[in-house]
C-alpha cells in the first residue's frame, strides 16, 4: 500500500509546480494519515493506512521547527517564495490550526517577509469560524472542489462524512468574498471498475456555475503528477486543462493552468 509522504513536521523546501520555491508545513503525524477526505489521488496514499502512532504535533512545537529552518535558511541567503500547509492529510483538522497560522505568519514576517503564506485545504472544516477567520489572514487560500456534481465528489474524493453536500460547500466558500483560489484536480480512469471522468462539457459547465457563484481570485486547473494509489487514474494533458482553463475565462474566471 502507498503511504505517507512527509516523515516530518517541516518539510523541504521544495520546488512546486503551483507555488515555487516552497517550504511545506505537515501538522498531520508523520507516520499516519488524517484527513476527511479519501481522495483517489492522494499522494499520501489511502486512509486506510491509519494514524500511526506519533500523533500530531503541538503548536509550540510547529512554531520550534518551523523558526529553527527558517533561521538556517535565512543565514543560508537560501530563496523562499512561500510557507505551504499540506503534507499528510487535511491541516485545518488540527486543533490549533488557528494559532499555527498566527505563529506562522509572526515567523514569515520576521525572517522572510517576501515570502506568502498558503494553505491546501479541502474545505470541509470552513463551517468552522476560527477556521475561516484563519483562512483568511492567509495570502493564499487555496480550497479544492475537484467537481460541482455529488456522484463525481464522492467518487474521487470520497468525504469522510456522509453529510458533505457540494452545495454546502459552494456556500461556504462565498464568506471568503473572493479571498480564496478554487483548486480542482483534473482526471479520468477507472476505480473498482467505476470509469472516473471530471473533463467532460456537463462536469466543466457545472464547475463553471459553481465557480461563478463562489467568485474567487482564481480556479487552479491542474492534474496528476505522481504514483496515486489508485493505479487505473489517467494524467489529463496539459493542452487540454488549458482548453478547459479557456472555457473559465470567457466567463469572466481568472486561471491558473498548471
Known amino acids: 500500500m502507498q503511504t505517507v509522504l512527509f516523515t516530518s513536521t517541516i518539510f523541504g523546501p521544495i520546488q512546486s509546480r503551483r507555488l515555487g520555491t516552497s517550504l511545506g508545513v505537515n501538522l498531520m503525524p508523520a507516520d499516519g494519515k488524517v484527513c476527511s477526505f479519501d481522495c483517489l489521488y492522494c499522494e499520501a496514499g489511502f486512509n486506510a493506512q491509519g494514524t500511526g502512532k506519533a500523533g500530531l504535533p503541538s503548536r509550540k512545537q510547529v512554531a520550534q521547527l ?33 494559532g499555527v497560522i498566527d505563529d506562522t505568519i509572526a515567523l514569515r514576517n520576521r525572517y522572510y517577509p517576501q515570502a506568502k503564506v498558503s494553505v491546501l485545504s479541502n474545505a ?3 463551517n468552522r469560524a476560527d477556521v475561516v477567520e484563519a483562512l483568511k489572514k492567509v495570502d493564499n487560500n487555496i480550497l479544492k472542489l475537484d467537481s460541482a456534481i455529488e456522484l463525481t465528489v464522492n467518487t474521487i474524493d470520497r468525504p469522510v462524512d456522509p453529510r458533505y453536500r457540494v452545495a454546502d460547500i459552494v456556500e461556504a466558500m462565498k464568506q471568503f468574498d473572493g ?41 487552479m486547473l491542474y492534474s496528476i503528477d505522481r504514483k496515486t494509489p489508485a493505479e487505473q487514474l489517467q494524467k489529463v494533458p496539459h493542452d487540454e486543462i488549458v482548453a478547459i482553463g479557456r472555457r473559465f475565462e470567457e466567463e469572466g474566471i481568472a486561471v491558473q493552468a498548471i
Request: with cysteine.
Open 179 to 219: 479571498q480564496c483560489i478554487v483548486q480542482t484536480m483534473l482526471l479520468r480512469g477507472q476505480y473498482n471498475g467505476q470509469l472516473i471522468d471530471n473533463t467532460t462539457d456537463n462536469e466543466v459547465e457545472a464547475l463553471i456555475r459553481a465557480v461563478k457563484e463562489i467568485n474567487p481570485q482564481a480556479i
Open 66 to 98: 518551523l523558526e529553527e529552518k527558517l533561521q538556517s535558511m535565512s543565514r543560508d541567503n537560501a530563496p523562499l517564495d512561500v510557507i505551504t500547509f499540506s503534507g499528510n492529510g487535511e491541516p485545518t483538522l488540527h486543533p490549533e490550526f488557528a
Open 124 to 126: 470541509t472544516r470552513i
